[in-house]
């Protein structure tokens, strides 16, 4: 970690002149002209590579750089935190220019935790005495611009059938998104309910016997014999995030049907997809 650290200081430091819309940015595609355009207003290059899920992956750095400040200490910690805040200041510029018809036109994609991530550099940043007040609210205004309106809406009540074919892998964390924005906001009721209606669809109408709850990362309908039918089963990621969701919803109701989840699921999916020995992983 050390060491990956040191280097993407490196890579984030390249792009410190940078006027164009790179500064603070950190990535290993090599698309970065879907950045450069979105940067002044244009989406096209975005969706031409719409493929490769540029933010899904930008999402994955967010995140990594939040956990090594989080579970570390001395000046690796101090260095990934660093490097979050500019990267978190380079995903506010970077959409700043977008009409809100546009960016959810753009949420339309896969792009994993954007929100999450944002919200939780609100929660880091918000009582630093070295972040100005109106920087740290402006995480959280990004992490609502990041929010795809279309699935809030969706599950503003309890839909049983809004979720079938979509894919289930870019789902969950926006839930687990819109979630964390509540616990941060406590007037964002929408998100909330969604939050709440959409767990208690895949948890209880999607979820088979060991936790998972998509085929060939998607959800179903109510046709459960496609589980069996299928080689390719339920994806232990959608599984992993939502043991996150169920962990996040616990922690703000302290009902103990989220850890009933958590520990099913745990147990029979998540464990059984790592060989202790060798270390093995299956997806």
């Known amino acids: ?9 490196d890579c984030q430091r390249a792009y410190d002149s940078s006027t164009n819309g790179m500064k603070g940015f950190l990535g290993g595609q090599p698309i970065n ?11 096209n290059d975005f969706k031409q590579y719409g493929g490769w899920v540029p933010f899904y992956c930008q999402h994955k750095v967010l995140a ?3 956990d090594v400040y989080l579970y570390t200490d001395g ?9 979050d805040k500019n990267m978190v200041d380079w995903s506010v510029k970077l959409v700043s220019k977008l009409s809100e018809s546009t960016m959810q036109d753009v949420l339309g994609s896969e792009h994993g935790g954007m929100n999450e991530t944002l919200v939780d550099a609100y929660h880091i940043f918000k009582n630093d005495p070295d972040v100005p007040a109106i920087t740290a609210k402006s995480y959280l205004v990004a992490a609502k611009k990041y929010s795809h309106q279309y699935m809030i809406n969706g599950m503003s009540t309890l839909n049983t059938t809004f979720l079938n074919g979509k894919h289930a892998n870019t789902q969950v964390p926006k839930y687990i998104g819109f979630e964390r924005i ?5 007037t964002m009721t929408a998100y909330r309910k969604a939050a709440e209606n959409f767990w208690s669809d895949v948890a209880n109408n999607r979820t088979v016997c ?10 179903l309908g109510q046709d459960g014999n496609a589980y069996v039918d299928e080689l390719d089963g339920p994806e232990s990621c ?11 919803l616990f922690d703000r109701t302290h009902d103990a049907k989220y850890v009933d989840f958590y520990e099913a699921a745990m147990w029979n999916h998540i464990l059984s997809t790592q060989d202790p020995t060798t270390g093995g992983y299956v997806y």
């Open 210 to 219: 060991i936790g998972g709850n998509s085929v060939n990362e998607h959800f």
């Open 1 to 9: 970690i050390d060491y990956i650290i040191g280097v993407m200081d």
């Open 182 to 186: 509540y616990e941060e906001d406590k």
């Open 75 to 83: 000046e690796t910690s101090l260095k990934a935190k660093s490097l």
């Open 238 to 248: 959608n599984t992993n995030n939502m043991l996150k969701f169920s962990e996040n």
């Open 33 to 43: 002209q879907v950045w450069t355009s979105m940067y002044s207003g244009n989406v």
């Open 64 to 66: 990594g750089l939040r």
